[in-house]
């Protein structure tokens, strides 16, 4: 069955963020811009996003005939609209009147006016403000037929300490410590260095003048700026959806953005979508276009259904280090890869080139020179052509048995904790090593957490995980036991939700027995140091980074450490627990341990591989399907032209209508196929 995005235009879109209010004064480039659109295979423009002052130029002066005229132009010109909502930047007047809304740094600075992204979330006057806006404009454009999705402001972010946050603050812990001030001195392990709380009032924000020491505190400041921020959006959301509850909301989220739990943003939104702006042509190459995939499992995964690519640069973005084009070929790439893993849009930053400011020389579909007579344009045009192509694939989704485990509060633990490598402890790069292999071998992924169902995975991947609480160890338990396959690693199960040492030896609870395993100590190799490995069957891998010691305490050990003190004792278990296998990999390594587990896993299970044959590196294929068609996506990012790559069977190429069972690749090239009846 085919989901779409709205039911109203199942078709893929492709377009992306439109700023016409910096044209108003040539509105001559306005028709010329619909003109484009067509010409360029587009059919969608997102509008709105930065237009506060000028549709409010006054407190409560609304003048929206700006966006009356562009709507209409859109939708005369075949297109349609995702409208944002405008508090991504708000108008000096608002800045002005209500200093309140300003954000206020760690150190204690009042922001001034200027710059974006930088209100207070907790501000009641900021959240008034753009609900009266909100409501104005699901009000006036709830109904137009070209209107198909709301853009919730812009890349909510930041973190902001200001007065009203830190009140807003004392009593987000205090809800969860039940009002019970013992409870949080207990979770919190406050008596360390006398630092007793006497009652709520005497939390203060984490502060670098004052105390960073307490975990349990910097652990809920990030859980409450993750909620703040998510509960100022479900008021923008609130005040749209009393006027038309049946149009999807979505925002465009950023990567895995450190400062927002998207897990839980995502409960709040129909439709997830994010800004992917990878580093193409880079000395890391690899590491780009693995954490992009990785990124845009994880959107599907959000919603467990298709989503958009909300944002992406045509051309170049401006904001790297080094703003390297992109080479002929690649926009193109850019935007299918997206498709492959269960997009339904191609959307970019930015349609047209804005004159002047920070983002002048920005990529755009149209740029300063103002024609369709350039590169760039052209390699938009044959994106959008690639998707008319292909449109059917629309509306479908992605079937994976496979999951990997990603917790931002895990992450953020771990990012505190003093000890390991104190600075840099290496967990999304650690969940990519493993997501790597399987991608390299056409298997397709979903992103999960410990609080998600997993009984519809056949194997489930948490690398890391440092932090569990209760539910999610019985989850662990429970899904092994009912004969799922669990692989972690190294730090599993150290520490409660507040960050609280589990007692009685690692991992926490009845994971020990899960495991078969127990964790006595763990030791941290300085960088370039190695411990020798050697599985049962000979082989030899190296360790880096952290190796623990443990016992086998039940587990078969499939692997042990063959250097140091330590020679002799597991590095590799599989415990059979219930009807199913727990793994734990004791140590850190490149993922060659894990690629020959996968090996077994993949005949034993009957995973299954999008083609059939071992692939080239850097090169892999994707399926997407609807219960009645099958789509398979083939991707070169190898460096070389790839020819005559077994498909397995026969498979016809959506574009050129041919029928083969073999794939010639350019480098940079995504070929898409649908099966055949
Ligand atoms: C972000 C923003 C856009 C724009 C682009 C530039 O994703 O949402 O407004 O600034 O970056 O790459
Ligand atoms: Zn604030």
New binding site residues.
């Given amino acids: 069955m085919k989901k779409y995005i709205n039911e109203k235009f199942p078709h893929f879109l492709h377009g992306g ?1 439109y700023n016409p209010e910096q044209w108003i004064n040539t509105k001559e480039i306005w028709d010329e811009d619909m003109r484009l659109m067509n010409l360029a295979n587009c059919n969608e423009m997102t509008v709105g ?2 237009s506060w002052a000028t549709i409010e130029p006054e407190e409560g002066v609304f003048d929206f005939s700006f966006l009356d005229e562009i709507i209409d132009k859109v939708y005369a010109a075949g297109g349609r609209v995702i409208l944002a909502t405008p508090s ?1 930047a708000r108008p000096r007047w608002l800045a002005e009147k209500y200093p309140e809304v300003l954000r206020v740094t760690e150190m204690g600075e009042k922001k001034k006016y200027g710059g974006r992204h930088n209100h207070c979330y907790t501000s009641p006057v900021y959240r008034e403000k753009v609900r009266i806006i909100n409501t104005k404009l699901a009000e006036r454009y709830g109904k137009h037929p070209a209107v198909i999705a709301w853009h919730l402001s ?2 909510y972010g930041g973190v902001c300490y200001c007065p009203l946050c830190e009140a807003a603050f004392k009593k987000f812990v205090a809800k969860r410590y039940h009002n019970d001030i013992n409870e949080l001195n207990t979770q919190w392990w406050s008596t360390f260095w006398s630092h007793n709380y006497r009652s709520f009032d005497d939390v203060e924000f984490p502060s670098p003048l004052g105390e960073k020491s307490i975990h349990g505190l910097t652990l809920d400041f990030k859980r409450f700026t993750s909620y703040q921020t998510t509960d100022f959006m479900k008021s923008e959301i609130a005040a749209i959806k009393a006027v038309c509850p049946d149009l999807p909301v979505t925002t ?1 989220m ?1 990567g895995f953005y450190d400062t927002i739990n998207y897990w839980e943003m995502g409960e709040e939104l129909d439709i997830a979508s994010w ?1 992917s ?1 990878p580093q193409w042509h880079s000395p890391n190459h690899e590491t780009q276009i693995i954490s992009t995939a990785l990124c845009h499992d994880f959107y599907r995964s959000l919603k467990g259904r298709s989503y958009l690519l909300m ?1 992406s ?1 045509p051309g170049l ?3 790297h280090e080094y703003n390297k084009l992109k080479r002929p070929g690649v926009d193109r790439v850019n935007g299918l890869m997206a498709i492959a893993h269960g997009s339904d849009s191609v959307q970019y ?2 349609w047209r080139k804005s004159r002047g400011s920070s ?1 002048k020389f ?1 990529g755009a579909v149209v740029d300063h020179e103002g024609t369709e007579n350039t590169r760039v344009f052209n390699e938009v045009k044959k994106t959008g052509a690639t998707l008319k192509a292909i449109d059917e694939i629309c509306g479908t989704g992605v079937v994976s048995r496979v999951a990997i485990v990603y917790d931002w509060e895990n992450r953020w633990a771990l990012q505190d904790a003093q000890g390991f490598q104190r600075r840099e402890k290496k967990y999304t790069d650690t969940l990519r090593t493993y997501y790597k292999k399987l991608w390299s071998r056409g298997i397709s992924v979903d992103i999960t957490n410990l609080h998600r169902d997993l009984s519809k995975y056949d194997l489930v991947i948490a690398p890391m995980q440092y932090m569990v609480d209760e539910e999610s160890i019985s989850n662990i338990e429970a899904y092994v036991r009912n004969g799922g396959i669990f692989y972690t690693t190294y730090m599993l199960g150290m520490v409660n939700e507040n960050d609280l040492c589990y007692l009685g030896g690692f991992p926490a609870k009845n994971l020990k027995d899960v495991f078969g395993i127990w964790n006595e100590e763990i030791d941290t190799l300085y960088p370039g140091e190695t411990v020798k490995i050697v599985g049962a069957d000979g082989k030899e891998y190296s360790a880096v980074d952290n190796c623990e010691l443990i016992h086998a305490r039940g587990a078969k050990v499939l692997a042990e450490y063959a250097s140091e003190f330590y020679a002799g004792r597991p590095a590799l278990t599989v415990n059979e627990y219930g009807k199913g296998k727990a793994y734990y990999q004791a140590f850190r390594d490149d993922g060659s341990v894990w690629a020959d587990i996968l090996d077994t896993l993949v005949s034993t299970l009957g995973l299954e591989e999008a083609i059939p044959t071992p692939l080239p590196n850097m090169v892999t294929a994707h399926i997407r399907e609807d219960g009645e068609n099958r789509y398979l996506f083939v991707e070169n990012y190898s460096g070389t032209e790839i020819s005559g790559l077994s498909l397995g069977k026969e498979w016809k190429d959506m574009e050129s209508g041919e029928i083969s069972n073999k794939v010639d690749l350019k480098d940079f090239d995504i070929k898409i196929f649908k099966n055949l009846l």
């Fill in positions: 963020d996003i930065f991504g812009n890349e465009n950023m800004d702006y944002e640069a973005v401006n904001w930053f930015q983002e920005h």
